[in-house]
């Protein structure tokens, strides 16, 4: 089978969608089946294979001053439709709804190929980057019938649109999308595990509980909720390490100095193996996020015996069974993010028993899992 996957965002970016399409593409590759993705780059139109059944498309772009990182696809149609017309492809996959969703839904039409694409992110939390995060909850209210309206002319145009949590599901099917799949994001259980760091030599000390974050540093992760909690639990061994890098980084850097926190350490973008090494040193993964879909950093979490701590919204809700694998908080609530996190810091039997919940759940997201259901899906439509 030959896979067609159009995205706005792809490496060197770092995110849950960048992470989702390396994991399913190389599940595919594996098996047999050819993926060409189709991204935004920084130079010319470029075919770049990686190998016989795997080839990335990168298309010329300028950036996009509103989101550092991301960028705007400006190429012409002409040099994609030339591919189409002599690759034959089986099955065309937009994992986002911008720019490069808009030019493989126009591919499909041109083509009549079957067509797919997966909801990955909540779009109107993300509006708010237009005035820099400022008025966030004005700008999400004036914009949310206009973003339902844009929902609605992307994805009901697919054969499919896949949603990995049920709580987008129903979202996506009150903007008037139809054909509403549900189908889990996947992760790698065989994740590296490293043995674990000497975390004292980042000066995290060894007697006290490690709370974890992993997340892009940006306003809608809520990671200022996070913050404010540890101030209600200066009293408690208990130490945050938080990963990431993104535009909010040094803004967060300053609340932190300015509530004068003192057990909370910014270790910016890590590589793999140190990220992994810090997994398996923490005790507990907490994230004040209200917008996510379906974390990735969760599943990660999961994979290493994490009890998890998430806001009661959104796809945290499917990923975490209160009071099996973790406890869920009120969104944007410093307080009762607190609450929780003292709840379970000062209990050893429930850690144990959240940890080995959460390896029990995480099996339901292996990536074979995942990417049989999406396989069986292109086969219906084939």
């Not at 974050?213 to 809608?220: A, D, N, P, T």
């Amino acid at each position: 089978m030959k896979i067609a996957m159009f995205t706005d965002t792809y490496k060197p970016q770092i995110n849950g969608v960048v992470t989702h399409i390396e994991e399913i593409s190389n599940f595919f590759v594996k098996r047999g089946h050819k993926i060409t993705i189709f991204a935004p780059g920084t130079g010319k139109f470029k075919i770049r294979k990686l190998s016989t059944n795997f080839e990335i498309v990168k298309v010329w772009s300028i950036p996009f001053y509103l989101y550092k990182g991301y960028r705007i696809p400006m190429t012409r149609l002409k040099n994609i439709s030339k591919i189409f017309e002599e690759e034959p492809f089986d099955i065309i996959h937009i994992q986002t709804p911008a720019i490069m969703g808009i030019i493989g839904s126009l591919m499909s039409k041109r083509f009549s190929i079957p067509i797919v694409g997966t909801y990955h992110t909540l779009l109107p939390e993300f509006f708010p980057y237009i005035t820099k995060g400022k008025f966030q909850d004005i700008i999400k209210k004036l914009s949310g019938h206009p973003v339902n309206r844009y929902t609605k002319f992307v994805y009901s145009r697919l054969n499919y649109t896949i949603v990995p949590s049920n709580e987008i599901k129903k979202y996506i099917e009150s903007c008037g999308v139809k054909n509403v799949v549900c189908i889990p994001n996947g992760i790698n259980l065989k994740i590296k595990k490293t043995e674990k760091i000497d975390i004292r030599k980042y000066n995290i000390p060894k007697n006290k509980k490690l709370l974890l974050f992993v997340g892009r540093m940006s306003f809608e992760k809520r990671v200022n909720i996070l913050l404010k909690s540890m101030k209600y639990l200066e009293d408690e061994d208990v130490f945050l390490a938080l990963v990431g890098s993104g535009p909010y980084l040094k803004k967060y850097k300053e609340l932190a100095k300015k509530i004068k926190l003192k057990n909370v350490k910014f270790f910016g973008y890590v590589k793999d193996e140190i990220l992994y090494s810090i997994y398996n040193s923490a005790d507990i993964f907490v994230s004040p996020s209200d917008s996510e879909v379906h974390p990735i950093t969760f599943l990660e979490a999961m994979a290493f015996g994490l009890p998890i701590i998430g806001v009661n919204k959104c796809g945290a809700k499917d990923v975490i069974k209160d009071g099996f694998n973790g406890f869920v908080a009120k969104p944007r609530n410093s307080v009762d993010l607190a609450v929780k996190i003292t709840k379970l810091i000062s209990n050893e039997k429930l850690i144990e028993k959240f940890s080995n919940n959460s390896k029990k759940m995480i099996k339901q997201y292996s990536i074979e899992n995942t990417g049989k259901k999406l396989l069986e899906l292109y086969k219906k439509l084939l």
